[in-house]
């Protein structure tokens, strides 16, 4: 148990974890910041237990079959625009999102801070105006 625990906050994340959750606290307050992390890892939590119930561990399943499921959900959340469906339709994402990144070892704490880094490096890009709904690629460095 020791062991899981370690793997969620790994030691040399948590300076850097706490300065995120500092800045989540001046957004949103400190209460508010507690109190979301507490719910996103207690659901996160909840997720994670039911879905080695059903589909099996991460020893018996790793990530792909989850990110394979959700390319499919990925594709219902769109056909879902404009519908009632699309918030069950993103909720499906998220959950997949999070059993993927257990699967592959990745606590939701983790995953919250790499996506802080990928923030950050997202933000040091340059992104031109999309056009169209396909991908917008960032700006390569020497492209014109
Ligand atoms: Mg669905």
Request: net charge negative; hydrophobic share 45%.
């Given at each position: 148990m020791g062991e899981l625990i370690e793997l969620r906050v790994p030691k040399h994340n948590r300076i850097e974890l706490f300065d995120f959750a500092m800045t989540l606290s001046e957004t949103c307050g400190f209460a508010g910041a507690m109190a979301f992390g507490q719910m996103a890892g207690s659901m996160s939590e909840t997720c994670w237990e039911w879905s080695q119930e059903t589909f099996g561990t991460a020893e018996q399943r790793g990530p792909k079959g989850a990110l394979l499921h959700l390319e499919k959900e990925a594709r219902e959340a769109v056909e879902a625009i404009g519908t009632d469906n699309l918030t069950e339709e993103l909720a499906d994402c998220q959950i997949l999102i999070w059993d993927a990144a257990r699967r592959a070892g990745l606590g939701p704490v983790e995953l919250l801070h790499a996506v802080r880094q990928?923030?950050?490096k997202n933000m040091a890009r340059q992104w031109p105006m999309p056009t169209t709904d396909?991908?917008?690629?960032?700006?390569r460095e020497g492209s014109k």
């Open positions: 990928k923030l950050e396909l991908p917008v690629e960032h700006i």
